[in-house]
């Protein structure tokens, strides 16, 4: 079954300790994304990937970091997390060109709580 | 920079009525690809209907529809015989296809649709 797969679902941590949330997908997709969900402004982009080792910031990069060392995963990383990423992230990925109208396919999101 | 407005932050319509809700980009490509998905309570995203910017036909998947007005920069999303489980958000969503962010969705900030029994 085509699937994005984030990990974990929820998670509550306090400010300043490290975290990783994972994106795995496994439809050989070559662009991948992370978006945060806030009430009142949509889904914003946080860093985006359009190929192994290439990625690029969206529109809130500040705070986050992300790799992609192999096409499947696109780790989203925070270092020092503070309370105001806490937030609905979605991890997305889809073809390129030829394909690229094709939608994004996203993962079930994950929670996260930063206290 | 492409930008997406959906101007309607809630509606509310009667189960088996029909709404539609308003979606307005604005972008300088001539050829692109626009979306609407639909986030239930549960939280996932899910594509409701797509349509290419060349396609001059309005895209249809049974009871969604879209009015496409490429001059006008309007992508309208239609729900005939609203159901209850229609009860969502809903995102507007724009993919360029030139550039170096080529992947990318821009999308508005959501219209939070509510069906009455």
């Known amino acids: 079954e085509a699937q994005v797969t984030q990990n974990p679902r929820y998670l509550i941590t306090v400010t300043g300790k490290k975290l990783t949330v994972t994106c795995s997908q496994n439809m050989n997709h070559e662009y991948m994304s992370w978006y945060r969900q806030d009430p009142g402004l949509g889904l914003r982009q946080i860093y985006y990937?359009?190929?192994?080792?290439?990625?690029d910031k969206g529109d809130v990069p500040e705070g986050y970091k992300v790799s992609r060392k192999e096409k499947r995963n696109f780790p989203l990383i925070l270092e020092s997390p503070s309370p105001n990423q806490t937030s609905l992230y979605f991890c997305?990925?889809?073809?390129?060109?030829?394909?690229?109208?094709?939608?994004?396919?996203f993962g079930d999101g994950t929670r996260l709580s930063i206290l | 920079a492409q930008t997406v407005t959906q101007s309607q932050p809630e509606m509310s319509v009667q189960e088996a009525e029909t709404v539609t809700l308003s979606c307005t980009y604005d972008?300088?490509?001539?050829?692109?690809?626009l979306f609407w998905y639909k986030q239930p309570p549960s939280r996932q995203m899910i594509l409701v209907i797509r349509q290419e910017a060349y396609k001059q036909q309005n895209a249809t998947e049974n009871r969604f529809s879209v009015n496409f007005q490429k001059a006008a920069k309007s992508f309208s999303l239609k729900i005939s015989d609203s159901q209850l489980g229609d009860t969502a958000m809903y995102f507007c969503?724009?993919?360029?296809?030139?550039?170096?962010?080529?992947?990318?969705?821009?999308f508005g900030k959501g219209t939070k649709l509510s069906v009455k029994p």
């Open positions: 972008t300088s490509e001539s050829n692109y690809y």
């Open positions: 969503a724009f993919r360029g296809l030139y550039g170096g962010s080529q992947g990318n969705l821009i």
């Open positions: 990937s359009m190929n192994v080792e290439v990625t």
């Open positions: 997305a990925s889809s073809s390129l060109g030829f394909y690229s109208n094709q939608p994004q396919h």
